[in-house]
């Protein structure tokens, strides 16, 4: 028994008939039939049968196919280790992606690239069901699948998950829903659509938001490249599916706006080998590509890029003293964490963030929110229920509530919210339901 023939045994298993293992490893079907039959003779066990015109394994066969794919993955470390002594010359590594996620993860692997392994990039956009194919030309292959989609054929492929990527409304900063926060399915029946060819994924996704809405979008223009949608997207009126993290974004002119009563998403997902995963080049390239989507997502966390607020700096008299307090506090309104350091910390939610620091020129040794300058800070807090658990919850943690006598409307009638401050003089305001606007009351 030989190394090739254990490759037959490990690719009949996945192929299924002799002709197509022959086509794959560029070889008559005859060898193939020939290398079977001596096989066969060696081990005196029957290893296929036919079905039709498919070759079926035995138990045996499988046994010996699964064993097959275990000897090419020590092949690959033992290949692998050479290489590591002599500084991994010659190792090269495959990948291959389609075009939104290429751009916006594979320049990345160059700016690394100096000392690693030598990088062979392909573009392939292909139908979800055929990216598993590619596998036996790249080591990596990075594909995408809607979250309706059949799942990878895992017990042939290794599959590790970059991102879930949400679509979101793609449209000039100059439209009339350019400054929402969200927009439902409905407001956008009456719209102008830049809509991908039939069968991709975000033509796909804008069906789903049509069936959302209930009637059947206009589509101006069937666009597949989204540097061409978001020029023309910038020109007029149009809008267009736009996946949050990967699509282009340069132009300042151009805005994603989440929908808020229909979620699609897209998996972006890296699919191999295992065998392919055991070399150190490969391994070393896919965690590349996950420090890569993740500061994608860090970039990227919200989907609205246009005119905004990009962060608040609060200067605290003595932070130690007053981290916790305020770590509670972002935490129960969805901040999260992103840095620390002895003097401070940043919080992040939908692209702003808060920073809490100390410094050496303070004027003054305490905080007065009466005096001119900024009053006190306003986050959204989702439900009415999860407002009220904040501002019940207060007390506890630092934050005593201000205007209880006038709790939840002391904004107006239509506006949910509790104000709160804490022991060093800041005052917050906790908003229920995002887009409900009423009347505000004078800031005391």
Do not use: C
């Not at 320049?107 to 292909?126: I, M, T, W």
């Not at 990216?131 to 990878?152: G, K, S």
């Not at 809405?213 to 997207?233: E, P």
């Amino acid at each position: 028994m030989n190394l090739s023939q254990m490759r037959i045994m490990r690719e009949l298993a996945e192929r299924g008939t002799i002709a197509a293992v022959a086509r794959h490893l560029h070889v008559t079907a005859p060898a193939i039939s020939q290398q079977l039959a001596a096989l066969h003779r060696e081990l005196g066990v029957a290893l296929t049968y036919r079905v039709g015109r498919e070759i079926r394994l035995t138990e045996a066969g499988m046994a010996l196919a699964e064993m097959a794919g275990t000897v090419h993955t020590l092949i690959d470390r033992a290949a692998e280790t050479v290489r590591e002594y002599g500084g991994d010359i010659g190792a090269r590594v495959r990948v291959a992606a389609f075009q939104s996620a290429g751009q916006a993860l594979l320049p990345g692997l160059l700016e690394d690239a100096e000392g690693g392994p030598s990088l062979v990039f392909g573009e392939h956009d292909v139908a979800q069901p055929e990216f598993a194919e590619l596998v036996d030309q790249y080591d990596l292959i990075i594909a995408h699948r809607m979250d309706h989609d059949e799942p990878w054929p895992s017990e042939q492929l290794s599959v590790t998950t970059l991102l879930s990527e949400p679509f979101d409304v793609a449209m000039s900063v100059d439209h009339p829903l350019a400054r929402r926060s969200s927009v439902s399915a409905a407001e956008l029946a009456d719209e102008s659509w830049i809509a991908a060819h039939a069968g991709f994924a975000p033509d796909v996704a804008l069906g789903v938001v049509e069936a959302t809405a209930g009637v059947r979008f206009h589509r101006a223009h069937r666009v597949n490249d989204y540097h061409l949608a978001a020029s023309l997207i910038v020109s007029g009126e149009l809008l267009a599916l736009f996946p949050r993290y990967t699509a282009p974004r340069a132009d300042p002119r151009l805005v994603l706006v989440p929908l808020e009563d229909v979620r699609i998403a897209r998996n972006i997902d890296v699919l191999a080998r295992p065998h392919a995963l055991a070399r150190v080049a490969v391994a070393g390239t896919l965690e590349q590509l996950q420090d890569g989507a993740d500061a994608l997502q860090r970039e990227r966390p919200s989907a609205l890029v246009g005119p905004g607020l990009h962060h608040v700096e609060v200067w605290l008299a003595d932070v130690e003293a007053e981290r916790a307090s305020w770590a509670w506090l972002l935490s129960g309104v969805g901040f999260s964490q992103e840095s620390e350091w002895p003097g401070g910390e940043s919080w992040e939610a939908g692209g702003t963030y808060v920073s809490l620091t100390a410094s050496p020129n303070l004027s003054a040794e305490s905080h007065d929110r009466r005096r001119p300058g900024v009053n006190h800070l306003a986050f959204r807090g989702g439900t009415r229920e999860a407002v009220d658990a904040i501002m019940a919850a207060g007390p506890e943690r630092g934050w005593r509530p201000l205007y209880q006598d006038r709790y939840p409307h002391a904004g107006g009638e239509q506006h949910y919210a509790g104000w709160l401050e804490n022991e060093a003089g800041f005052k917050v305001e906790v908003v229920a339901d995002p887009g409900l606007n009423g009347s505000r009351a004078d800031d005391v």
